[in-house]
């Protein structure tokens, strides 16, 4: 027998790997900045479902742009590649700090800037994968068919793009922040440049002044990674107005405290969420006038308000023997459970030995989770996104209906019935959808202007005839005025909000749109 000896394998070689490792980087960088853009524009500007979806059709048309590009780079394609890793570096590392700060004193130019660098870097991302191909097609040609090399890079890209998708929101944003996780991508764009530029040294025409250039760009990154704290601080010092106590970018939202001579305010994706001046206006009409209606609520549910203040109003009735709190966001609940200055303004009710606090999205946990209450007090943000559309809806308040005892009150905070009067409207037909009686009024609250509020329930509403002492705005002979409604806030036909169609969300928006243009 004659032995048939197979072909011997190309050895690997160090460059080889060193590309393919590069193309893992490169995937996972572009994708980072384009979460990134998209992340901040939903906290800057609202509506995280069309930034997100405006930044990524951006940055994936920039890609092709710069796909169609690549095919003009025709030599030194080495010192083109290292060239553009140092400009994606440069310019997505440091986007996340120059549009927060951008957006702190021309607030005006920031969409313009957003959109552009969005379009500068995918242009630079799109060069990026067709430049590595080809070198890796001129360099080592023997080890790679034109399929084999297609396959392998792909692997490699979406291998990056996937471990930055889920190293985002639960590592890189809650432990770094947005502006030293875009640095940090930007040093490893950087340090792909230096790999390229130590394994091909050899063929670059101006090699040290591509060594100055690295360097350059990575002592500019370090520092602004060194200085992300303090850029952070001058932009939102300078966006709020008043002294920045406390700012954490967790996995859901953008949580900033402000204090200053006129009190403490708490903003929630740069939303006005409370001041501390007159809240109490805001979180007594919430909570009294289902609480004393129904007249010894024993079991309470709170959705939402991690800050505590409903639940502080709620605790002025010794018939309530529980409380469970669902907040989504458990920085908010620790916040204010423990900063001094945050407990003295919730009176420490998230102490309190009645309640419970669960962190959990709301409609979730009313799905799996059995049990009546008394009252339910529903204290979320705007509909400003679908994500929070979906708490406004037919499906989420034929939950609430399920978990009401037969005599108990649920009571809905509902935006401005001046300013938003269609939105607000919206809300009571879609309670009224799922069967239940709906009881809209409205209080003032100076720092919101006109506000207003729903009550739900399966029996008509009276008004108390007893309210808790030491209440600062709420009396008896003031309530009925709450549940009277001037010409120009007065009911308007609307539609019902339904998982299916949304149409809050686009109704606010419309609404309180006209009052920024």
């Keep these: 027998m004659v032995a048939v000896l197979e072909p011997a394998r190309p050895t690997v070689r160090p460059a080889e790997v060193a590309l393919l490792a590069s193309v893992f980087v490169v995937a996972a960088c572009g994708l980072l900045y384009e979460l990134a853009a998209g992340a901040l524009a939903s906290y800057l500007l609202g509506d995280s479902i069309l930034q997100f979806s405006t930044v990524i059709g951006t940055y994936l048309f920039a890609m092709g742009v710069g796909s169609y590009l690549s095919r003009f780079l025709e030599r030194q394609l080495v010192a083109h590649f290292l060239r553009i890793e140092l400009l994606v570096g440069v310019i997505g590392g440091l986007m996340p700090a120059a549009l927060f700060a951008l957006h702190s004193v021309a607030e005006g130019s920031f969409r313009f800037a957003l959109y552009g660098m969005v379009m500068a870097v995918g242009t630079l991302v799109g060069l990026e994968i067709p430049l590595v191909?080809?070198?890796?097609?001129?360099?080592?040609?023997?080890?790679?068919?034109?399929?084999?090399?297609?396959?392998?890079?792909?692997?490699?890209?979406?291998?990056?793009?996937?471990?930055?998708?889920?190293?985002?929101?639960?590592?890189?944003?809650?432990?770094?922040?947005?502006?030293?996780?875009?640095?940090?991508?930007?040093?490893?764009?950087?340090?792909?440049?230096?790999?390229?530029?130590?394994?091909?040294?050899?063929?670059?025409?101006?090699?040290?002044?591509?060594?100055?250039?690295?360097?350059a760009v990575v002592a500019a990154l370090l520092a602004v990674f060194v200085a992300a704290d303090r850029v952070t601080t001058w932009a939102e010092d300078r966006f709020y107005g008043d002294n920045v106590v406390y700012s954490e970018t967790s996995a859901y939202q953008r949580v900033v405290v402000t204090a200053g001579p006129a009190g403490v305010r708490l903003f929630l994706n740069g939303n006005l969420q409370f001041h501390s001046r007159d809240e109490y206006r805001y979180h007594e009409a919430l909570v009294h006038p289902a609480m004393a209606a129904h007249g010894a609520p024993k079991q309470v549910l709170v959705l939402g308000g991690g800050d505590g203040m409903a639940v502080r109003e709620v605790l002025k009735y010794p018939s309530v023997e529980h409380?469970?709190?669902?907040?989504?966001?458990?920085?908010?609940?620790?916040?204010?459970?423990?900063?001094?200055?945050?407990?003295?303004?919730?009176?420490?009710?998230?102490?309190?030995?009645?309640?419970?606090?669960?962190?959990?999205?709301?409609?979730?946990?009313?799905?799996?989770?059995?049990?009546?209450?008394?009252?339910?007090?529903?204290?979320?943000?705007?509909?400003?996104?679908?994500?929070?559309?979906?708490?406004?809806?037919?499906?989420?308040?034929?939950?609430?209906?399920?978990?009401?005892?037969?005599?108990?009150?649920?009571?809905?905070?509902?935006?401005?019935?001046?300013?938003?009067?269609?939105?607000?409207?919206?809300?009571?037909?879609?309670?009224?959808?799922?069967?239940?009686?709906?009881?809209?009024?409205?209080?003032?609250?100076?720092?919101?202007?006109?506000?207003?509020?729903?009550?739900a329930s399966r029996r008509p509403f009276r008004l108390p005839t007893v309210l808790p002492a030491g209440l600062r705005f709420l009396s008896l002979d003031g309530l009925p005025a709450l549940f009277n409604f001037p010409p120009d806030m007065a009911r308007v036909p609307t539609g019902v909000n339904r998982l299916s169609n949304q149409v809050l969300v686009q109704t606010f928006e419309e609404e309180w749109g006209k009052v920024h243009r």
């Design 133 to 215: 191909m080809r070198i890796l097609k001129r360099h080592f040609r023997e080890r790679y068919a034109l399929k084999d090399l297609v396959s392998q890079v792909l692997t490699f890209d979406y291998l990056g793009a996937l471990a930055v998708s889920i190293a985002f929101p639960l590592l890189l944003v809650p432990q770094l922040g947005l502006i030293r996780t875009g640095v940090l991508f930007g040093l490893l764009n950087a340090a792909v440049a230096l790999w390229a530029l130590a394994l091909f040294r050899g063929e670059l025409r101006h090699a040290r002044a591509h060594a100055v250039a690295c360097v």
């Design 323 to 455: 409380i469970t709190l669902v907040e989504l966001d458990p920085h908010m609940t620790t916040l204010f459970a423990e900063r001094p200055m945050l407990r003295r303004l919730n009176g420490d009710s998230l102490h309190s030995p009645k309640l419970r606090i669960v962190n959990a999205d709301a409609f979730a946990w009313l799905e799996q989770q059995p049990g009546h209450y008394d009252v339910i007090v529903i204290d979320f943000p705007d509909p400003t996104n679908f994500s929070l559309g979906k708490l406004y809806t037919t499906s989420f308040y034929q939950l609430i209906d399920e978990h009401l005892s037969a005599g108990g009150y649920a009571v809905v905070q509902t935006t401005s019935p001046l300013i938003a009067r269609k939105a607000f409207w919206t809300v009571a037909t879609t309670l009224e959808a799922v069967g239940l009686t709906a009881t809209p009024y409205h209080a003032h609250v100076p720092s919101f202007g006109e506000w207003g509020y729903t009550l």
